[in-house]
């Protein structure tokens, strides 16, 4: 068990199942949140999972400090960390420290279950000055695109 979202998700598939409905349910999808402060917020596979399934990944982090809005905030001590398939660049997880870190998720989420990869998360028009845009400047840094800080190139 966990929390109310996934029973309800749970439900759903359950009842579109005795309809006799198509159903489908990933685990990997299901977003976690600890209601701590800050905020923390994972989903898919984390590093160390993958690594134990044989999954060669990368990881793509963009640190808070240099959001504009985490700036104005006076909350630069968050976090958004992608993880990546390494040959694929698609997205198998994602986990995110800071405020509001329960509803930025989401996109990773919606990512992880479109089979998107970090260019389609990267060219993803996100408002500035947001928080939501720190998973597009994550994607960046594992495209090797950004420019809001220092990330040295991909050998």
């Known amino acids: ?17 005795i309809a006799g409905l198509p159903a489908a349910f990933d685990p ?15 989903m898919g596979l984390g590093e160390t999972e993958a690594k134990r399934k044989g999954i060669d990944v990368e990881v793509a982090s963009f640190p808070w400090a240099a959001s504009g809005r985490a700036l104005s905030m006076g909350r630069n001590d968050g976090l958004t960390k992608l993880v990546l398939e ?3 660049q698609r997205i198998l997880g994602a986990g995110i420290v800071g405020p509001r870190a329960g509803e930025l998720i989401a996109e990773a ?3 992880l279950e479109m089979g998107a990869d970090a260019e ?4 993803t028009i996100h408002p500035h000055p947001t928080l939501s845009e720190t998973l597009g400047f994550a994607a960046e840094v594992a495209e090797g695109t950004i420019t809001d800080i220092y990330a040295p190139k991909k050998k």
């Open 86 to 88: 390494k040959e694929t």
């Open 109 to 111: 989420v919606l990512a």
């Open 120 to 123: 389609d998360l990267s060219l």
């Open 28 to 42: 990997r999808a299901i977003p976690s949140v600890a209601y701590t402060d800050p905020e923390v917020s994972w």
């Open 1 to 17: 068990p966990m929390l109310a979202h996934k029973a309800t998700h749970e439900g759903k598939v359950a009842a579109e199942v």
